[in-house]
Structure formats: structure tokens, C-alpha cells
């Protein structure tokens, strides 16, 4: 099943707090799991990605998690600021760098 | 800077019109894709191109489109006889790292607007 489903589809989380994101998907063929983020009338931008084999990676505030097992990976965002406020996808890749992506969530995060 | 630069950013045009978009580069990278994101969608794999070799197409990809990379530096992709369907924001890609895993470089796109 070439899909990639995101939840939730918007997130509203005051200054300071943590952002949580959730993934899931269903083809084991899927190799690598890139995040993109995207302000308005830009292009998405990359952010963080990991390998199946690696269960975490943090990058700055930016963290990872990855559950092969239940097929399923969240990006963690602490100390949310006003300026994360934006549109995150997760994505899978597969042949040699396509992606699927998620439907996407929007993050508002409130001073 | 991503180092992918789209032109234009913004076109409207007539249904039945053609309209072409390029993606140019500022160095030279191997692997360029073509995305396509609709308003609150995530972006849908188009093609992409191994220097100038069309390596695959989506289904998205109807015969009314097509896609060139002569000389494997900017590429174009063209639109016949638009449809108001083909509404969205055109992405051109790169894969800068060489490292074949989706961490893909975006440039700001080509936004079509079919009346």
C-alpha cells in the first residue's frame, strides 16, 4: 500500500510547549522517512529524516521517533516557537529517493 | 537558498492553453524530480530524471504532459491543453546529497492557475 497517513491534520500548541506528530504507513519497501517543513507560497523545506534501522534521531529541537515494528514514526518539536508555526509532511522514500508523502499537519503554535 | 530556482512562480492561463514551466539549478546535480501539490495536499511524485534520462513517470503524468532535461542541467515540464484540474503548485527537486533517500532540495514552485 503505497500511502502515508499524518495525524493530526492541525495542531495548535502554545510557545514553550511540545509538538507532536504522527506517521504511519503499511509498505515494508518504504527505505527512508524524510520530514518536510513548508511556510506559505515556499516550497517544502527538509528538516530531519532517519533510517528504519535507527529508533531516534534528534537534530537541535527537532526529534525522530521511529517504530519499525508497528510501522509507525512521529517528529517530536520541543520548545515550540512562534516561528515553527508552518506545515509539516512526513514522508516515506522508496526507489531510489521518490516519496510519498503524508496529508500534512498545520502547526499554530500561540505566543 | 535550496539552489533550485522555478520559473515563473505564478501563471494563469485559459482551459485548452499550454503552458511550460523550468526548473533551473545552480550546479549541476544528477537527480531532478518533478512534484506536483495541490491547495492542502502533500506534494505527488510526477517524474524525475537521472542527468538527461526520463528514469520513470507517474500516472499522474497524462499524455498531456511532458518533461525534458536536455544536457541534464535545467529541466521543463509542459502542460497541453490545460484543464482546470491542473490546478497546483508545480516542485522541482533535487537530490543534492547524492544519497538516492527522498532528502530532496525544493525550490518555491510554479504555481498554475487554470481558468
Known amino acids: 500500500q503505497q500511502q502515508v497517513k499524518q495525524s493530526p491534520q492541525s495542531l495548535i500548541v502554545q510557545k514553550g510547549g511540545i509538538s507532536i506528530i504522527n506517521c504511519a504507513y503499511e509498505?515494508?519497501?518504504?527505505?527512508?522517512f524524510p520530514w518536510y517543513q513548508q511556510f506559505p507560497g515556499k516550497g517544502p523545506a527538509l528538516l530531519i529524516a532517519i533510517r528504519p534501522d535507527v529508533s531516534e534521531k534528534k537534530e537541535g529541537r527537532f526529534t525522530i521517533s521511529f517504530n519499525k515494528s508497528a510501522k509507525q514514526f512521529s517528529l517530536h518539536i520541543m520548545d515550540s516557537q512562534p516561528g515553527d508555526s508552518a506545515t509539516y509532511f512526513c514522508?516515506?522514500?522508496?526507489?531510489?529517493?521518490?516519496?510519498?508523502f503524508g496529508q500534512g499537519t498545520e502547526l499554530s503554535v500561540k505566543p | 537558498d535550496t539552489g533550485v530556482s522555478q520559473d515563473p512562480r505564478h501563471k494563469i492561463t485559459k482551459r485548452g492553453q499550454n503552458v511550460t514551466f523550468r526548473c533551473d539549478p545552480i550546479s549541476e546535480h544528477n537527480r531532478l524530480y518533478w512534484y506536483r501539490q495541490t491547495l492542502g495536499q502533500g506534494p505527488e511524485f510526477l517524474t524525475y530524471f537521472q542527468n538527461e534520462a526520463q528514469l520513470e513517470k507517474s500516472r499522474l503524468l497524462s499524455d498531456r504532459f511532458s518533461a525534458e532535461r536536455p544536457k541534464g542541467s535545467f529541466s521543463t515540464l509542459e502542460i497541453q491543453r490545460t484543464e482546470q484540474g491542473d490546478s497546483a503548485m508545480y516542485l522541482c527537486?533535487?537530490?543534492?546529497?547524492?544519497?538516492?533517500?527522498?532528502?530532496?532540495?525544493f525550490g518555491e514552485g510554479s504555481r498554475l492557475t487554470v481558468l
Open positions: 527537486a533535487l537530490d543534492k546529497r547524492l544519497s538516492n533517500t527522498g532528502e530532496l532540495f
Open positions: 509498505n515494508t519497501a518504504f527505505d527512508y
Open positions: 514522508a516515506a522514500s522508496y526507489q531510489g529517493g521518490k516519496l510519498i
